[in-house]
């Protein structure tokens, strides 16, 4: 790699225009879901009695019965087959942050001749060899088999490529001893918590209807596009995902031009056969848009429940970075590519459904459906206050780290925003006056009156809030773009779950001797003004807030290695244990894998960081300096003055020894780290507290020297071509 390839690269870019997608189709309704094995093929395919089963099956997760998985595989294997596919493979979520498959083929040998065949036990049930993956200290390796098991709640899907078809059957991965050992089985578990919880809440509160509550989940997905050819000239953005290097540029995000600018015409090309593709798997993308940072974008789907949207979001992202490469880019899902500019997110609209149609966060129109409402509202404030450091744990890890709290996402505290209206309207109940703080005759009470409208639009939606209620639903925004959203959410759904549960508990208790709906304002009440700290509706990224926060006791967790030391909290192992999320031993597997996740990208970083100075940026500052000084050895022997060239090449010598130092430093601490012994946390705090340090001041003098070294010699391309040229 060389100064010359650069060149090349930018040279390569200018002839680039946008490539047109092959078979293309302008008919969405036709082209949704098309690699979905969904209800149309279904009921097509299967016995009337058949397909009921299954769609009763996917729809509250209950178990198959073999003889239905015979049925359903070959009806599944014949579509497959049809849409050309030769191979099937079970698609799973371990705890590496992606996704997991192994292919095996449909093909079996017959008397000599290869007929398609896939068996009920196949699709039910697959056995990689689990040993490769992490498990915390779950499994030991001489009991190395994990099982996949099909998750029926997510629809199977086929995914096309150049030359084949795959049908992919997602699916949740235990070990043998049933510890779950992927992110999916949690998540189920707690979407079951939720569901018990909310539907034994709602036949207190009077609903009689309701059968089935489960939640529900938007992803808006950040991410950045960068020329492939510039790409593969930055060996830390292969290895590490971000820029470990790199000046800041003259312009940057300062203009405030990109935001919903119009989008570069080979970008909306791309985005446009990632929808198509994200349509056939039926993903319900909707929303395209340029975001803050330049060659920064956006993609949001409408909502689905839950356990459909996280694999959708996992989809999501294996599909930009797939076709991100036919359109000559690389996507990047990393939370902070670049330094100094602003880095990505996911936010996760999260809100709870009912098998009759109603949005739970819905404020209502009734007293009766204000009432849930309110009660809502309570239980997730106590839910957040509760458990904000659990949530904090699920956004931990050493990406996210350059974010939170960085003037560009929610700070570290987690805090709820409810809007200015329905903070009066908890106000109001705490104080038992009307809206407003006049003490009225007729005070404002649950389940008479009825809510004013409450705003739906953006005015007043406040970006700095990490938890915020907007509308009809609540919006986690400290979620990093590279996450798979399943943690979160199985979090986000238990705490709910048990604020819900002992809601119910309250009401049953009191309810008796003062009947419903004093019942309920009391318990609401009560928790309001117990939790009322959680809210806050001012700027989360101001100076004042941290010291406010501080003065409310709301944990402040900085960094993802402090964080992550939480998760298995004496009440938080209770909580998993109660509602059946996590065994403590599945937690503490959970803890150790974040930890040494953040080891090993620190790790990671640290070995490029080191390589990337050492061979191409030590060099060419070297190179640049002997050219300087020979230049100013014959300028002096030609009799010139050149006493303000030798103070800059001095000035140069000395950064230069000053990278050397630099360089030292980090190999010493990296050593000391990597021989360091201890638990994963200590471990992890080595990294963080030794290694982060050390590269930071590695890069600061690296930066220095790319804005002196003569241009035409610096090896890697800059910030200035890779935001800007596309
Ligand atoms: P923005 O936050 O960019 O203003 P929108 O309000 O349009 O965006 O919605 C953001 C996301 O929230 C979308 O993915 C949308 O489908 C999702 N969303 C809307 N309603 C719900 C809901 N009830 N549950 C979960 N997600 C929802
Ligand atoms: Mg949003």
């Given at each position: 790699?060389?100064?010359?390839?650069?060149?090349?690269?930018?040279?390569?870019?200018?002839?680039?225009?946008?490539?047109?997608?092959?078979?293309?189709?302008?008919?969405?309704?036709?082209?949704?879901?098309?690699?979905?094995?969904?209800?149309?093929?279904?009921?097509?395919?299967?016995?009337?009695?058949?397909?009921?089963?299954?769609?009763?099956?996917?729809?509250?997760?209950?178990?198959?019965?073999?003889?239905?998985?015979?049925?359903?595989?070959?009806?599944?294997?014949?579509?497959?087959?049809?849409?050309?596919?030769?191979?099937?493979t079970h698609?799973f979520?371990?705890?590496?942050?992606?996704?997991?498959?192994k292919?095996d083929?449909?093909?079996?040998?017959?008397?000599?001749?290869?007929?398609?065949?896939?068996?009920?036990r196949a699709?039910v049930k697959g056995e990689p060899d689990a040993s490769?993956?992490?498990?915390?200290?779950?499994?030991?390796?001489?009991e190395a088999r994990g099982y996949t098991a099909w998750?029926?709640?997510?629809?199977?899907?086929?995914?096309?490529?150049?030359?084949?078809?795959?049908?992919?059957?997602?699916t949740?991965f235990c070990s043998w001893?049933?510890?779950?050992l992927?992110?999916?089985?949690?998540?189920?578990?707690?979407?079951?918590?939720?569901?018990?919880?909310?539907?034994?809440?709602?036949?207190?509160?009077?609903?009689?209807?309701?059968?089935?509550?489960?939640?529900?989940?938007?992803?808006?997905?950040?991410?950045?596009?960068?020329?492939?050819?510039?790409?593969?000239?930055?060996?830390?953005?292969?290895?590490?995902?971000?820029?470990?290097?790199?000046?800041?540029?003259?312009?940057?995000?300062?203009?405030?031009?990109?935001?919903?600018?119009?989008?570069?015409?080979?970008?909306?090309?791309?985005?446009?056969?990632?929808?198509?593709?994200?349509?056939?798997?039926?993903?319900?993308?909707?929303?395209?848009?340029?975001?803050?940072?330049?060659?920064?974008?956006?993609?949001?789907?409408?909502?689905?429940?839950?356990?459909?949207?996280?694999?959708?979001?996992?989809?999501?992202?294996?599909?930009?970075?797939?076709?991100?490469?036919?359109?000559?880019?690389?996507?990047?899902?990393?939370?902070?590519?670049?330094?100094?500019?602003?880095?990505?997110?996911?936010?996760?609209?999260?809100?709870?459904?009912?098998?009759?149609?109603?949005?739970?966060?819905?404020?209502?129109?009734?007293?009766?459906?204000?009432?849930?409402?309110?009660?809502?509202?309570?239980?997730?404030?106590?839910?957040?206050?509760?458990?904000?450091?659990?949530?904090?744990?699920?956004?931990?890890?050493?990406?996210?780290?350059?974010?939170?709290?960085?003037?560009?996402?929610?700070?570290?505290?987690?805090?709820?925003?409810?809007?200015?209206?329905?903070?009066?309207?908890?106000?109001?109940?705490?104080?038992?006056?009307?809206?407003?703080?006049?003490?009225?005759?007729?005070?404002?009470?649950?389940?008479?009156?009825?809510?004013?409208?409450?705003?739906?639009?953006?005015?007043?939606?406040?970006?700095?809030?990490?938890?915020?209620?907007?509308?009809?639903?609540?919006?986690?925004?400290?979620?990093?773009?590279?996450?798979?959203?399943?943690?979160?959410?199985?979090?986000?759904?238990?705490?709910?779950?048990?604020?819900?549960?002992?809601?119910?508990?309250?009401?049953?208790?009191?309810?008796?001797?003062?009947?419903?709906?004093?019942?309920?304002?009391?318990?609401?009440?009560?928790?309001?003004?117990?939790?009322?700290?959680?809210?806050?509706?001012?700027?989360?990224?101001?100076?004042?807030?941290?010291?406010?926060?501080?003065?409310?006791?709301?944990?402040?967790?900085?960094?993802?290695?402090?964080?992550?030391?939480?998760?298995?909290?004496?009440?938080?192992?209770?909580?998993?244990?109660?509602?059946?999320?996590?065994?403590?031993?599945?937690?503490?597997?959970?803890?150790?894998?974040?930890?040494?996740?953040?080891?090993?990208?620190?790790?990671?970083?640290?070995?490029?960081?080191?390589?990337?100075?050492?061979?191409?940026?030590?060099?060419?500052?070297?190179?640049?300096?002997?050219?300087?000084?020979?230049?100013?050895?014959?300028?002096?022997?030609?009799?010139?003055?050149?006493?303000?060239?030798?103070?800059?090449?001095?000035?140069?010598?000395?950064?230069?020894?000053?990278?050397?130092?630099?360089?030292?430093?980090?190999?010493?601490?990296?050593?000391?780290?990597?021989?360091?012994?201890?638990?994963?946390?200590?471990?992890?705090?080595?990294?963080?507290?030794?290694?982060?340090?050390?590269?930071?001041?590695?890069?600061?003098?690296?930066?220095?020297?790319?804005?002196?070294?003569?241009?035409?010699?610096?090896?890697?391309?800059?910030?200035?071509?890779?935001?800007?040229?596309?």
């Amino acid at each position: 790699m060389s100064a010359a390839a650069r060149a090349a690269a930018i040279q390569l870019i200018a002839t680039k225009s946008p490539i047109a997608t092959e078979n293309r189709s302008s008919n969405v309704p036709q082209m949704f879901g098309a690699n979905v094995f969904g209800a149309d093929q279904m009921r097509a395919r299967l016995s009337e009695s058949a397909f009921r089963a299954l769609r009763s099956c996917m729809e509250h997760g209950q178990e198959l019965d073999p003889g239905l998985a015979d049925q359903v595989a070959t009806a599944m294997k014949e579509w497959a087959v049809e849409r050309g596919a030769t191979h099937f493979t079970h698609w799973f979520q371990p705890m590496t942050g992606s996704t997991a498959e192994k292919h095996d083929s449909f093909a079996s040998l017959e008397g000599g001749k290869v007929i398609m065949e896939f068996s009920g036990r196949a699709l039910v049930k697959g056995e990689p060899d689990a040993s490769s993956f992490p498990s915390g200290g779950l499994r030991a390796t001489f009991e190395a088999r994990g099982y996949t098991a099909w998750d029926p709640t997510s629809p199977a899907f086929i995914r096309e490529t150049r030359n084949g078809a795959t049908l992919c059957v997602p699916t949740a991965f235990c070990s043998w001893t049933g510890e779950a050992l992927d992110e999916k089985t949690p998540l189920l578990r707690s979407s079951e918590a939720l569901h018990r919880a909310a539907v034994r809440l709602l036949r207190l509160l009077g609903d009689t209807k309701v059968t089935f509550v489960y939640p529900t989940l938007g992803c808006e997905q950040e991410y950045f596009l960068i020329d492939r050819s510039l790409y593969l000239l930055r060996p830390d953005l292969i290895a590490t995902g971000r820029t470990l290097f790199g000046a800041k540029p003259p312009k940057g995000q300062e203009l405030e031009d990109h935001y919903f600018g119009s989008i570069q015409p080979r970008v909306l090309a791309y985005m446009q056969e990632v929808e198509l593709e994200l349509w056939k798997l039926g993903v319900p993308v909707k929303t395209r848009h340029n975001e803050v940072a330049p060659s920064q974008y956006e993609l949001a789907p409408i909502f689905e429940r839950t356990t459909v949207a996280v694999d959708h979001n996992m989809i999501c992202m294996e599909v930009l970075k797939h076709v991100a490469l036919r359109h000559g880019f690389q996507c990047l899902l990393h939370e902070k590519p670049y330094q100094g500019i602003n880095g990505s997110g996911k936010h996760n609209n999260w809100s709870l459904s009912t098998d009759t149609g109603e949005n739970l966060l819905e404020p209502g129109k009734s007293p009766e459906e204000n009432m849930r409402f309110m009660v809502m509202i309570a239980a997730i404030m106590r839910a957040v206050d509760l458990h904000a450091d659990l949530l904090r744990v699920t956004i931990a890890h050493a990406g996210n780290d350059h974010r939170l709290g960085a003037n560009e996402a929610p700070p570290a505290i987690l805090s709820i925003y409810l809007g200015e209206q329905l903070t009066e309207i908890v106000d109001a109940l705490i104080a038992g006056t009307a809206r407003g703080g006049e003490r009225k005759k007729d005070t404002m009470r649950l389940g008479v009156s009825v809510l004013p409208q409450l705003p739906r639009d953006a005015t007043d939606r406040n970006r700095t809030s990490p938890f915020a209620f907007t509308g009809n639903k609540f919006e986690f925004r400290a979620v990093g773009s590279s996450q798979a959203t399943a943690k979160p959410n199985t979090v986000l759904n238990t705490i709910v779950a048990e604020s819900l549960a002992h809601i119910a508990d309250e009401i049953e208790r009191l309810q008796g001797a003062k009947g419903l709906e004093a019942a309920v304002n009391e318990v609401v009440v009560e928790l309001f003004k117990k939790h009322k700290r959680i809210l806050f509706n001012g700027n989360g990224y101001s100076a004042e807030w941290h010291l406010e926060a501080e003065k409310r006791g709301l944990p402040n967790l900085r960094n993802a290695v402090d964080a992550i030391g939480t998760f298995c909290a004496p009440k938080s192992i209770a909580l998993f244990e109660k509602f059946g999320v996590l065994s403590a031993k599945e937690a503490e597997s959970r803890m150790n894998i974040m930890f040494e996740a953040y080891s090993k990208a620190i790790a990671i970083e640290g070995q490029s960081a080191l390589s990337l100075a050492r061979t191409m940026i030590l060099p060419a500052a070297q190179k640049w300096q002997l050219t300087v000084a020979q230049s100013l050895l014959l300028a002096k022997q030609a009799g010139m003055d050149v006493k303000i060239q030798e103070r800059r090449l001095r000035d140069m010598a000395a950064r230069i020894e000053g990278l050397v130092v630099a360089i030292d430093e980090l190999t010493g601490v990296f050593e000391h780290a990597e021989q360091h012994a201890g638990s994963p946390h200590e471990h992890a705090r080595v990294y963080r507290d030794r290694v982060v340090p050390a590269m930071a001041k590695l890069r600061e003098v690296a930066d220095v020297l790319e804005t002196m070294v003569d241009d035409a010699e610096w090896p890697l391309p800059k910030y200035r071509e890779i935001l800007f040229m596309q």
